[in-house]
């Protein structure tokens, strides 16, 4: 099929301006990234058979260098420039948290958060700290490895809160099983660190799980 034979309407770049990204498949707006094809293949078969190559669009934002690069109309730059793109969206979903309410845009935290943590092989525990109107001061990953109640300490925690001079914090970690289902261990951690923090005037808002593709809120369970 020669792209230009298709009628505007049905190319990615004039249905995207017509009718919003929302209304393109992922091979489409992969399209409008790589913007030509091969020989052999339009730029919408080459999207279409780098998907289902990959086995998702995340597959491939989260491929090494090497892996990327050999594949069929792939490369350096194009590499460079997905990094790029990728860095992007995550500095516009930090900036966002940073100018507003973090409990105002729980999909967009939920979003940060993910891609902050759903792609790392070891589990993080990641905090953002909130001022007492619950806008970001700032995020950090304060522990790593296997996390556990022995590995997560409560005094740490606090000091960082304190050094912060943070009025709330969201807690964050990730099941690299992919499994987001928060487990025992997990609900102890989150109950010593609640505790901890009532000492010193400081409240935990909410506690997300992040796994392959889903996220579980403490605070949407009840349990905070």
């Not at 460079?80 to 992007?88: S, T």
């Not at 970001?136 to 522990?143: G, R, S, T, W």
Request: proline content about 3%.
């Amino acid at each position: 099929m020669i792209l230009k034979s298709l009628p505007n309407e049905s190319m990615p770049r004039e249905k995207l301006l017509q009718r919003g990204p929302q209304a393109l498949t992922d091979a489409e707006l992969l399209a409008i990234f790589l913007r030509t094809g091969t020989q052999g293949m339009n730029v919408i078969e080459l999207a279409d058979f780098l998907i289902q190559d990959f086995g998702s669009l995340r597959q491939l934002f989260s491929a090494s260098e090497k892996e990327f690069c050999q594949h069929k109309g792939l490369g350096q730059a194009k590499y460079v420039q997905l990094q790029a793109v990728l860095e992007m969206t995550q500095r516009y979903l930090a900036e966002t948290l940073k100018r507003g309410d973090a409990l105002t845009s729980p999909e967009q935290t939920k979003l940060y958060l993910s891609s902050i943590l759903r792609d790392r092989q070891r589990e993080a525990f990641y905090i953002l700290f909130l001022d007492n109107q619950h806008r970001v001061i700032k995020d950090e990953i304060l522990f790593e490895g296997t996390l556990d109640a022995a590995s997560v300490y409560p005094r740490e925690v606090v000091k960082r809160a304190l050094h912060h001079n943070a009025a709330a914090l969201i807690l964050a970690h990730n099941h690299p099983s992919g499994v987001a289902e928060p487990s025992q261990s997990d609900r102890r951690i989150t109950r010593r660190l609640i505790d901890a923090l009532a000492l010193v005037d400081i409240r935990i808002l909410d506690h997300f799980v992040i796994g392959d593709g889903e996220s579980v809120s403490f605070a949407e369970r009840g349990w905070i």
